[in-house]
């Protein structure tokens, strides 16, 4: 349409807010985000689109400045609706939507009508780039509202996917993480596989490497986990939400999977692949955990051979069954069962790390700002620091061999030297 990014310090003619709605917290930054850039962007045409959107858009159009609130299916749209408000054209609100002079028109399908996919594949001000190859959620788990946010579970084709990824590969893209709300379930919409997609990507000219941002465990099939050990491009990298290691909590989650089958997919990965990286999501406090709950998943935790966790607690989230379950836990229970986890994942993050210093590895190393030092990722995902002393924006997109160090102070990365 012609238009570009501002500045720092311009004003914007339109702002575009994306939202997310995962947790209570979520909700309220994107409400702070919505006051924050009506503030300092006055006069400008603001539309409100995402996940908080589509599940309370009455709510978000009736925040002041808010001109426009789009639901999931209507995203893909956005261009359009864009171009009708320049135009001065009225919105017609089909299926949920209002356009009561008293607030914001908002256009919101439902659930069961939420059918398009919105291609993506881009790098923003990023080195990597980003490819979403599925939307929607078909499991329905009890503490969650994505699948009500955005649909059933609906992909492109294999041969739709390949195609940008080559258009990234032209672009000079040397990684591409492949992005999707149940990336596993791929294939609902077109009878393919996402191992057929993995081999099809796998075999495209240019790009060094692909990462699976996040795979259910019952979906990660043994296939694909042989495959990933001896292919060209996809790396030793996983990203398995586990959310509880108790499987009464796993049954009251309507979680697809118990603990026995999570240990098994674990040891499968490192037998193939040893130096494999593996982040996992943990849920703490949900409806549910008694204590006992909570030192079951503590205890399997601690047996397993993972890299990282990715703790958060749970939030209660309205029409969601998960209310209907009796026991809750305190809020100061849940800090306190976060912090106990963060610090296992503490230890088994640098535990991981130590393993590789003073090896060598190959690193994509990624933009940064002049005078800061560069930032990049091993193979297997080891967070790298370059000093700024000498860093150089020619190593930016750049795959190098470095030789890896001790920490850094705050111990999130190694450092290395060229």
């Not at 603001?46 to 999931?72: F, H, M, N, R, W």
């Not at 607030?103 to 001000?125: E, H, M, Q, W």
């Not at 997609?197 to 941002?213: N, T």
Request: hydrophobic residues 35%.
């Amino acid at each position: 349409m012609g238009v570009s990014a501002v500045r720092s310090g311009e004003q914007a003619d339109i702002c575009l807010i994306n939202t997310c709605s995962v947790t209570e917290v979520a909700d309220h930054k994107c409400r702070q985000a919505i006051h924050r850039l009506v503030r300092q962007h006055p006069g400008a045409f603001v539309v409100v689109t995402g996940c908080y959107a589509q599940l309370s858009p009455k709510e978000v159009s009736s925040i002041d400045g808010v001109d426009l609130v789009l639901g999931s299916n209507e995203k893909a749209s956005l261009i359009q609706f864009l171009s009708d408000a320049w135009s001065g054209r009225s919105f017609v609100a089909d299926g949920d939507g209002s356009t009561d002079k008293s607030s914001a028109p908002y256009l919101v399908s439902k659930t069961k009508d939420i059918k398009s996919f919105a291609p993506s594949c881009s790098r923003g001000n990023r080195t990597r780039y980003f490819l979403k190859v599925q939307d929607g959620c078909d499991y329905f788990c009890t503490y969650c509202t994505i699948p009500y946010a955005r649909g059933f579970s609906r992909n492109p084709t294999v041969a739709s996917l390949v195609e940008q990824a080559r258009q990234a590969a032209a672009e000079g893209g040397k990684e591409i993480v492949l992005t999707g709300v149940n990336i596993g379930d791929f294939g609902k919409t077109t009878g393919e596989r996402f191992i057929d997609l993995v081999k099809a990507l796998d075999k495209i000219e240019g790009i060094s490497r692909f990462r699976i941002s996040s795979l259910e465990p019952d979906l990660i099939s043994d296939e694909l986990i042989s495959f990933c050990a001896t292919s060209r491009a996809f790396m030793p990298h996983f990203h398995i939400p586990l959310q509880s290691g108790s499987d009464s909590v796993l049954r009251l989650m309507h979680r697809h999977y118990d603990t026995r089958l999570f240990a098994d997919k674990i040891s499968r990965i490192k037998s193939l692949m040893p130096d494999a990286f593996i982040g996992v999501d943990v849920m703490v406090g949900c409806r549910g955990e008694t204590p006992e709950c909570f030192e079951e998943t503590r205890r399997f935790i601690e047996g397993l051979d993972v890299s990282q966790l990715h703790v958060f607690p749970y939030s209660e989230r309205p029409g969601t069954s998960a209310l209907n379950i009796p026991y809750v836990v305190t809020e100061r229970d849940k800090k306190e069962r976060c912090r106990c986890l963060l610090e296992l994942s503490d230890i088994k993050t640098r535990s991981f790390y130590s393993k590789y210093m003073g090896s060598k590895a190959e690193v994509l190393f990624e933009k940064a700002l002049r005078g800061k030092a560069m930032h990049g990722f091993t193979k297997n995902y080891i967070r790298v620091e370059l000093p700024a002393s000498i860093a150089h924006p020619d190593l930016d997109n750049q795959i190098v061999s470095v030789s890896l160090g001790g920490f850094t102070p705050d111990q999130s990365a190694l450092y290395c030297s060229i």
